[in-house]
């Protein structure tokens, strides 16, 4: 191990010293140079970074293999075949190569590490045996044997031995943030994480079969195998909830990677972050595909012909507008297929255009001659006129996608105008005060009223009023700069502006991501997704038009009301018109790694009988622990708050949750914290803390070392899929469950 960390710290004193000689090297005034010598001390701030964070947990694994290759150089550990030694080979979270360029340890996502993860007694592809490696801090900790070649167990010198990696890391503490499981991963789950880029990959699996490791694991081994293409594109990971993400977010660094987009499904739509959704018959009706229809026939019914003739006035000069010259000219418009605001220029042409027509037409019958050159003022003339601007925006307004939202919510009467179909109870439904919060219902709403609207002009032009304001303050900051350090002559304002507003502009392909509604990834990892609306998942399909996805998720853990009942009909809004037997693949998962056996039955034999349709799962193990069930008259939060101290009792430093119904997590989260102080977290906020007070909806995709249950009667009565919710509920837990039934 000396070799490789004296080989990382080299790098990174490389690296480090090309940082500091970049951002020293004088480029003058040269706007190019300065952008490659910003581009070079981004590199290499991206690669300290990357060394960084590999750095505790290097190496995880050693292979030896029966025949040497280019990777089992004597630099990696290599022997010769005369000693009876096998060749090695060194895996971890990144590659290094000597100073002669020999690799001395392999990315675990080339071809060459497969083995490490897919060898077997039956087959050994090639390894003779396999060796992992924990450690701590720089330290080898423990060690763990697999021999694939009998003769190895004859050696003389063969020091075999082992605890179980695997196991030793499903029964290790959570801390409230997910680990890599790049040391432990299975062969199934390899397989899974190394397939095809293209195309729809489905990841079916229950509770604990590891589907959140395998999609965060496949976008770090797509972003290496693939870099190519993604680089440019990049890769979004999309979770349910905030929570989600806090407990996710450490992965992929400590996998090198960094150039990921993490989103919840409420800030999937550039600056908003909704964190709250709508009650369930709401939800479902917002999911629903109808309101795709229904926003296309309200931007529609945004374009207006006059039921009657207008009479305008023009510099003076009175004219009667027909409807027909309207319609007219709002039919070319349409014609052109354009989003309503950009299209809604074409419409302005067209009708200033035969407004003009009709105005000289109207000139030369009184005898006035007009010219080609008067007819260029005379359109000028209706285009500044009051009454012209007042019919044009009566016609064709400009809308902003917010405004169409609210205008659709908060008038019913126009609602009811554009639903003939609807009932007044579904209209009802989706009655709110103008310029409410906004939900995680809305954002799918929002993004497809901003596909049918486009760019809104007026916002366009704040953006430019904007940056040239920006620009404007730059340069004055850098007069005040030049004239404090006395360095007038010596360099321009602008220039100094200028260099302001490349660093600005010098931004990630994940930064540039995050704030473009319209960028279009190379690939998408829905985790989760057996929770997404069809509005939700047509909002994805806009943002990889390649329909390049890592769908993970759980049928029957299904509890969101506009959630689908199969994959199939969960993906018809994603894959539109490609629909078909090859359209998606579906790889699954059947190996219940994280909950305990006895957990693990007691969830199937709730969700039997609730009537919840599951895949039963296989666990590798079981706990010291019960289950426990507290039942009685009384108070259901008194009940929670004794559960919780018995399991703090037992507890040497875990994380535990408490999974309430949300009517009861407020009450639950104060008698804790009084009875804890110090040691209880709300919501997303929690996972850092000892006890963690959430939702089903909440914990959905997280685990704690030991979960108290509270109230699993009211969670059944959430909703028509409250049984799903409370099987995702029983099973958070690694270690212990406690149902408080009160």
């Known amino acids: 191990m000396s070799t490789l960390y004296e080989r990382l710290d080299a790098l990174k004193a490389e690296a480090r010293e090309k ?58 550990g290599g022997a010769s075949d005369g000693d009876g030694r096998g060749f090695f080979r060194y895996i971890g979270r990144i590659g290094l190569r ?101 195309g729809v990959l489905v990841v079916q699996g229950g509770p604990g079969t590891g589907k959140t490791a395998v999609a965060l694991h496949r976008a770090a081994y797509l972003l290496y195998s693939h870099r190519e293409r993604l680089r440019a594109s990049g890769v979004l990971v ?154 044009l925006n009566t016609a064709w307004l400009p809308l902003t996608p917010r ?117 279009a990834y190379g690939h998408v990892v829905v985790d989760e997704a057996q929770e997404l609306s069809p509005m939700q998942w047509r909002l994805l399909a806009r943002r990889c038009p390649l329909r390049s996805f890592t769908v993970v998720g759980d049928i029957a853990q299904a509890s969101s009301p506009a959630s689908a009942s199969s994959w199939d009909r969960a993906l018809q809004s994603l894959l539109g018109r490609r629909r078909g037997p090859d359209a998606w693949h579906l790889e699954e998962l059947t190996v219940n790694y994280r909950t305990p056996a006895q957990i693990v039955a007691f969830a199937e034999d709730v969700a039997r009988r609730t009537g919840l349709e599951i895949t039963p799962s296989r666990s590798v193990r079981s706990s010291e622990w019960p289950v426990r069930e507290i039942e009685g008259e009384r108070d259901a939060v008194v009940a929670t708050v004794e559960a919780v101290a018995v399991d703090r009792s037992i507890d040497d430093g875990g994380t535990l949750a408490v999974i309430a119904p949300e009517a009861l997590v407020g009450p639950v989260f104060e008698a804790l914290r009084e009875r804890f102080p110090g040691e209880v977290g709300l919501g997303s906020a929690s996972l850092t803390t000892a006890i963690s007070v959430l939702s089903p909806a909440t914990s959905k995709g997280l685990e704690f070392d030991a979960v108290v249950v509270v109230s699993p009667r009211r969670i059944l009565q959430l909703s028509s899929r409250g049984n799903a919710s409370l099987y995702v509920a029983m099973t958070r837990p690694t270690q212990r469950l406690t149902v408080v039934d009160a």
Request: glycine share 6%.
């Open 19 to 76: 940082l500091v000689s970049t951002r020293r090297e004088a480029v003058g005034g040269n706007h190019q140079s300065r952008s490659e010598r910003d581009a070079y001390a981004r590199l290499y701030e991206d690669t300290l970074a990357q060394l960084g964070e590999v750095d505790e947990r290097l190496a995880f694994g050693r292979l030896e293999l029966r025949e040497p290759d280019e990777t089992t150089s004597p630099a990696g």
């Open 98 to 198: 000597d100073r002669e360029h020999h690799p001395i340890l392999l990315d675990w996502r080339v071809p060459g590490a497969s083995a490490f993860y897919q060898a077997t007694a039956a087959t050994p592809m090639g390894a003779r045996a396999r060796r992992h490696l924990t450690l701590s801090g720089r330290t080898v900790t423990r060690l763990e044997d697999e021999v694939f070649d009998a003769s190895l167990l004859d050696r003389g010198d063969a020091q075999l031995q082992g605890e179980g990696a695997l196991m030793a890391a499903l029964t290790a503490q959570r801390t409230g943030r997910m680990t890599d499981i790049v040391a432990t991963i299975q062969a199934e789950q390899d397989r899974i994480i190394r397939s095809p880029l293209d």
């Open 238 to 391: 999309v979770g349910p909830s905030r929570s989600f993400l806090r407990y996710i977010e450490q992965v992929l660094p400590s996998l090198g990677e960094s150039g990921v987009v993490l989103a919840s499904l409420g800030s999937l739509y550039p600056g908003v972050d909704a964190s709250r959704d709508d009650a369930p018959d709401v939800a479902a009706l917002k999911g629903s595909a109808k309101m795709a229809d229904l926003l296309k026939r309200a931007v529609r019914s945004r374009q207006i012909v006059p039921t009657e003739p207008t009479e305008v006035d023009i510099d003076g000069e009175r004219m009667v507008v027909q409807p027909e010259l309207v319609r007219d000219a709002l039919r070319r418009a349409q014609e052109r297929g354009k989003p309503h605001n950009e299209a809604r220029v074409g419409f302005n042409k067209s009708a200033l255009a035969a407004l003009t027509r009709q105005l000289v037409q109207q000139l030369k019958a009184r005898g006035t001659t007009v010219d080609d050159s008067d007819e260029l003022v005379l359109r000028e003339d209706i285009r500044q006129s009051y009454d012209v601007r007042v019919l």
């Open 403 to 519: 405004k169409l939202l609210d205008d659709l919510y908060s008038r019913p009467a126009w609602l009811a105008s554009i639903t003939p179909q609807w009932s007044d109870a579904e209209r009802a439904l989706l009655r709110r005060e103008r310029g409410a919060e906004l939900t995680i219902s809305d954002v799918p709403l929002l993004d497809e009223a901003a596909e049918l609207l486009g760019e809104f002009d007026t916002a366009v032009d704040a953006d430019k009023r904007a940056r040239k304001a920006q620009q404007k303050r730059d340069i004055e900051n850098a007069e005040r700069a030049i004239e404090n350090m006395q360095v007038e002559g010596l360099v321009t304002a602008s220039d100094i502006a200028g260099n302001f507003a490349e660093r600005a502009q010098s931004m990630t392909t994940a930064e540039r991501a995050a704030g473009d509604r319209t960028w």
